[in-house]
C-alpha cells in the first residue's frame, strides 16, 4: 500500500501568511509522537513568514483533551486558526475507538460553529511505528500538513470575508 508523503507540497501555491495568527494545541500523549508533529508544524509556519510571537502553543494531556483545549485557546488568544495535534495508537481495547471518535466528532463540532478552522491533526495508527513514520519518518509529518491547512484555511476565510 502507498502513503502520500505528508510533507509535500506546491510552495506556489500558499498565500502570504506574514500576518497570520495560529494556536497549536498538542497532546502530551504519545509525547515521542506528538512533540515531532509540534516542531514540524512550527517550522513550516516559520518557513512561511508566520511570526515566532503569532504562534501561540498550548499542551493537553491526551488526544481527548485537544477539544477543550482548542475551543480555550480560540477564546482567549486571538488567533487565525487553532491547530489541534495528537497521537492515538490503537491497543487492545476499544478505548482507542472511543479515542478517535470523540476528537474527530469534537473538531467537527468546533469548525461546525464557523468561527475560525480548527484543524484535525490527530495521528490514528496501528502501533508506534506508524506514528513515527508519519511525525518526521518516511511518510513526511502530519503536522507540516496540519500548518499547511492552516494557513490555506485562513486565506480562505479572508476571501469570504471580502464577499461579504
Partial sequence: MSTKNLSEYN??????ASDMKIGIVVSEWNYDVTVKLLEGA???????NVAPENIHVAWVPGSFELIYGAARMEGSEPVDAVIALGSVIRGETPHFDYVCSGVTQGIAQLNAKGSIPFIFGLLTT????????????IHGNKGVEAAKTAIQMIYFDRQLDYLD
Fill in 11 to 16: 510552495p506556489d501555491t500558499l498565500p502570504d
Fill in 42 to 48: 512550527r517550522e513550516f509556519l516559520l518557513r512561511n
Fill in 126 to 137: 496501528d502501533d508506534m511505528q506508524q506514528a513515527l513514520n508519519r511525525a518526521g519518518g
